[in-house]
């Protein structure tokens, strides 16, 4: 991915400031039981959202496309640490090819995938392969699904790596 321009990063951490100055003066207005104490609140929790997703940016080096409302990665993260690997929700068995099957070709292809944020597989690459078996484990985890990866309660697109393993029945008299 591009890294972010130094001018990014200072444009979010001023932006983080000014944050910070409003929510403190709300923060202020509400211990004065101020009339929109309601609304105060609500704002609060808005800043404090929006301070979380500057931090996530800033943590992430600047990957961010905007920190408003609809706030979405341009960049993958690569699961670990704090990112969770998302859950699969839909799973397609690989089908075997015959030609491998004839050969007696066995072993685990291992993928990266780019997972988007609504969970579907954006991109794949092999980076163990075998093969007679790498088209096979690409085009049946294309059609996987996985539950979004949320990241400070936003969804995110991120990057892990996938095992599919094609194993064969012994042949006869093994």
């Known amino acids: 991915g591009a890294s972010p321009r130094p001018l990014d990063l200072v444009a ?17 207005r509400l211990n004065e039981r101020h009339p929109d104490r309601l ?21 992430n080096g600047g ?17 670990g640490g704090a990112v969770r690997a998302p859950t699969r929700t839909k799973n397609v068995a690989p089908e075997y090819p015959a030609i491998a099957q004839s050969s007696r070709v066995q072993g685990i292809v291992i993928v990266e995938a780019t997972i988007d944020e609504q969970g579907r597989i954006a991109e794949a690459r092999i980076l163990r392969s075998i093969p007679l078996l790498d088209q096979a484990a690409l085009d049946a985890e294309k059609q996987w699904e996985y539950t979004p ?17 094609f194993t064969l029945d012994p042949a006869p008299g093994q």
Do not use: C, Y
């Open 149 to 165: 990866t949320l990241l400070n309660g936003m969804p995110v697109p991120v990057i892990m790596t996938v095992t599919v393993n």
């Open 39 to 59: 609304r105060n609140q609500q704002q609060i929790a808005e800043l404090e959202a929006a301070i979380d997703r500057v931090k996530a940016t800033l943590v």
């Open 63 to 79: 990957t961010t496309r905007s920190i408003g409302p609809g706030f979405t990665t341009q960049t993958p993260i690569r699961v």
């Open 12 to 28: 979010l951490q001023a932006r983080l400031a000014v944050l910070r100055a409003e929510q403190e003066s709300l923060a202020q």
